[in-house]
């Protein structure tokens, strides 16, 4: 078939032609932001899943979601370098831009003036001009470098403006797990205070499956802050469905069969599903999509997913951190005992601590509950067993 109009999207925050089986997230967003609106409070949400499973994509829907509701949003990814006071700074700018029209109200002057003193609070050089006068307006203090103050401060003041627009504000944050402790205790204390006062904010984080015992850690109250959604593999309807709805678009269809090889291969995983099934489109040559047409598909998926989904991960590693990876190989993909890995190892679990870490900090494992560590990617067992560097 052609690959032009192949309608499969493989890739990580690649947005799928349909987007499957997240109706309760979809919900609780949605009756977040109408609570919001309605001037009532509304609970956060917390996505957490391994990688593949489809959480920047829900995260970019929410935040579509809440863009086409004419709300202020700002979305950044945590990662080490960047604060998180420069990424929410600057991911405010453009719908500050587009709320700075003459002839606003004084609530969102002051807000537009208390932007620009946490630009300010970051960037001594840049200096945003939001062709509004703001000489004589109340507003600014979010630059006295306290994190939690001034950050606080912003999206109050910001909520306000929304407020008198009827709409809210949106911080979507994925990657949440690799926020510094600091920030992510400023952030549950910021919302903690944000909900009490009735403030028009709504927050999404999206993060590995460590990210929820990363926020209790920072917060004992965050249990209770956030609603909390794991995000993992598709029901098989909804498989069915993010194979056979994107194909039907362009006329095309699956054979009974050639389904039930491609959900067989992929476990429900969304990104194998893109994968395999951009693959079985790409070998065939007509429709319906055969059952040899998955076969081969699949054959080519697999090899995709060698060369790009899994080793980009396995060429991070250190030599030790592979032999690391491949005696928790042992236990599949179900999480081994860092006790068990030493005696596999022949050293000390003391001794790993080191490469344990790193591994964290790489991004290849977590660890899901204490003394445990798990791969970060569903079926990563199998290809770390057919490594022999
Ligand atoms: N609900 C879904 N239905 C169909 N495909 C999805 C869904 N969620 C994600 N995908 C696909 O899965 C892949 C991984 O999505 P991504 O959001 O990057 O995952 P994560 O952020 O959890 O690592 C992408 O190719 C995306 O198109
Ligand atoms: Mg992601």
């Not at 403030?199 to 015992?213: K, M, T, W, Y």
């Not at 054959?299 to 080793?311: E, K, P, V």
Request: glycine content about 10%; aromatic content about 6%; overall charge negative.
């Amino acid at each position: 078939m052609d690959p032009v109009t192949n309608p499969y999207s493989p890739g990580a925050g690649r947005l799928p032609m349909a987007l499957v089986g997240r109706e309760t997230q979809l919900k609780a967003w949605h009756t977040a932001l109408k609570r919001v609106e309605a001037g009532r409070d509304a609970q956060s949400l917390v996505l957490y899943g391994l990688r593949g499973v489809g959480k920047t994509v829900l995260l970019s829907r929410f935040a579509r979601i809440a863009e086409d509701a004419h709300w202020l949003v700002a979305r950044i990814e945590a990662k080490s370098g960047s604060s998180m006071r420069d990424m929410v700074g600057e991911a405010f700018h453009g719908p500050l831009v587009d709320l700075a029209r003459p002839g606003v109200g004084q609530r969102v002057l002051k807000a537009l003036k208390t932007a620009l003193s946490f630009k300010a609070s970051y960037d001594t050089s840049g200096v945003w001009n939001f062709g509004v006068d703001l000489r004589d307006v109340a507003g600014g203090g979010a630059d006295t470098g306290v994190f939690e103050s001034d950050l606080s401060k912003l999206l109050r003041d910001l909520s306000e403006a929304a407020a008198d627009q009827g709409t809210g504000v949106a911080l979507l944050i994925d990657e949440a797990q690799d926020l510094p402790a600091k920030e992510l205790i400023a952030l549950c204390a910021i919302v903690h205070a944000a909900n009490q006062r009735q403030d028009r904010l709504v927050v999404a984080l999206a993060g590995l499956p460590s990210l929820p015992r990363r926020l209790s850690e920072a917060k004992s109250y965050a249990e209770r802050l956030f609603s909390y959604h794991g995000i993992g593999a598709l029901q098989p309807d909804d498989a069915r469905r993010a194979l056979v709805d994107p194909a039907s678009d362009e006329d095309v269809v699956w054979s009974g069969g050639a389904l039930d090889k491609v959900m067989a291969e992929a476990g429900g995983y969304p990104y194998f599903l893109q994968q395999y099934g951009q693959d079985t489109w790409n070998v065939a040559a007509e429709s319906p999509l055969s059952p040899a047409d998955a076969e081969l598909g699949i054959a080519h998926g697999r090899a995709a997913l060698d060369t790009g989904f899994f080793r980009v991960r396995w060429d991070r590693a250190t030599m030790a951190e592979k032999n690391y990876l491949r005696a928790m190989a042992i236990d599949d993909d179900e999480g081994s005992q860092a006790g068990n890995i030493a005696v596999r190892l022949g050293k000390t679990v003391k001794s790993l601590g080191p490469i344990r870490a790193s591994l964290i900090g790489k991004g290849l494992i977590y660890s899901p509950v204490h003394g445990v560590v798990a791969y970060t990617v569903p079926a990563m067992a199998t290809f770390v067993r057919q490594q022999d560097d």
